[in-house]
């Protein structure tokens, strides 16, 4: 089992940065996995924001958010980080960690295909 711990989020106007960090712990055994942020706004369905495979350092990123959005990891800390810049008020969601083990995932900021999940932390945006 594997629990994620998200922090960081909070309220900023248009324009501005936050960074979010997820932090995993428990029965990590493998390097073989994904890990992501989703985001969830109030009547929308989860959406996948940002994903990277571990071991290989691939980043992946939803359309509307390169070019502003940065994913890191530090394998030491077994954390998981996203650098939002240039927020914009859609950018306001619940945003979740998510993790799971694969060597492969043919669509990585797919939500159902993730297995852990954090409790989530809110980022609100006004314009």
């Known amino acids: 089992q594997v629990q994620l711990v998200e922090s960081g989020g909070g309220s900023v106007q248009a324009g501005g940065s936050l960074r979010l960090s997820c932090a995993a712990s428990g029965n990590i055994y493998s390097r073989y996995y994904y890990m992501g942020w989703f985001r969830q706004a109030p009547g929308k369905e989860r959406e996948g924001v940002a994903a990277?495979?571990?071991?290989?350092?691939?980043?992946y990123y939803t359309a509307s958010v390169k070019g502003r959005f940065t994913l890191s990891h530090d394998s030491t800390k077994n954390t998981l980080y996203l650098q939002m810049s240039s927020l914009k008020p859609e950018d306001t969601a619940m945003y979740y960690c998510?993790?799971?083990?694969?060597?492969?995932?043919?669509?990585?900021?797919?939500?159902?295909?993730?297995?852990?999940w954090g409790q989530g932390t809110q980022v609100t945006v006004s314009s």
């Open positions: 998510g993790a799971v083990y694969s060597s492969y995932l043919p669509r990585p900021l797919s939500s159902p295909l993730y297995k852990f």
């Open positions: 990277i495979y571990i071991i290989g350092g691939n980043t």
